[in-house]
């Protein structure tokens, strides 16, 4: 028994600015995970703060025609993925003139990487396939910060399939993931009841807490999840004692930042925003600049700053699933480990969301949830 990994794309040209790409999957097979990664390259000046993460819509699997696997934005694979492995997705990310940048977007079949239990066992579905959706038009910081229009992006795609196997694998049946809804709040202590499916089991939920320059803190008050109206509540917690539960779940990092004072001194929340844009590199102490002139640009292998300007040493702190996309994960158990929530023992099962106390109409947050939960087959 073993794990055989093994591209079914390689270099594959997409042919286009803007398109959906459609593959087929290995029939008869035990799929742990599929690795994708898109490589883009920068148009002739430069392409600062243009990320590919952001260029694809939808990354779905598909099986027996209609029935979906996965059916995730680029942003939230590449979050699902850190926090089933607490590994960051490989990146490439260069902001230079025609240079090509990459990233890689992990789907995982079960709840960690290499996990016997559940997995896709694509003998019992039909005609499974990959569906990938982008889109690498549009600027960046600004007009002139582009992908370019005449060399396409190229897609890799790589499988991770059991061999050999002793014994029965993959009994568990499938995770599915999937975005449930989204969320705009427009007043101050707005709260919104994200009704769940029920019949299966839940292995965990993610919120994105996504506002511009903001951090989730001044977005989010608190968040519970109800059952039966009232009957049960397996977690109600406010915004700080969520952020510190992902701490212990997943980790932190420590960010040492140097931040140029010349046009103006960073806060904390514009530094982690800046930080958030560039998740693959946030993996130890760096420095960073407020872009005060032409040595002052942000870059991906250096951190410059102007000589002559003052500078600021601050150390943040601040755990790795709330760095990476302002996503936090509410899972049912720790990490690693086979506990879940049996939505079928409850009639509704419901997300409750509660927007800051105030703030809302500056702040202008919007909320992702997305939910894993277990398909038999």
Known sequence: MYWQRSYIERNLSLGATSGTKTIDLPKSALLSQLLIRLTATNDGTSNRNNHIHDKISKIEVIVDGS?????LSGLQAQALAFFNSK?????????????AQWEEFPLYFGRFPGDLEYGLDTKKVINPQLKITWNTTGAGASATDLFSTSTYPVLDVLVEQLLEPE????????????EITTWAPTANSEEKRVELPVGNKHKAIYVRCYATAWEPRQALDNVYLDLNVGVSQPFKMDEAEWRAWNRELYGEIELTGVICTMGGVWNREFAIAYMRAYPGIAQGN??????????????????DHNAGEKEDVDVFHIAKGELYHQFFALPFDYPDTR??????????????LKAASSGISTILPTFYVVLEEVIAR
Do not use: N
């Not at 568990?172 to 999937?178: N, S, T």
């Not at 760096?286 to 951190?303: A, H, L, R, T």
């Open 67 to 71: 029935t979906v696997v996965k059916s």
């Open 87 to 99: 590994r960051l997705p490989a990146t490439r990310i260069h902001e230079g003139g025609s240079q």
């Open 167 to 178: 014994g029965a694998v993959f009994g568990g049946g499938y995770i599915k993931a999937h």
């Open 286 to 303: 760096y420095f960073i600049s407020s872009g005060g002139g032409s040595g002052c640009q942000f870059s991906v292998m250096c951190f």
């Open 339 to 352: 506990f879940m929530l049996d939505s079928s023992k409850w009639s509704d099962v419901d997300l409750m």
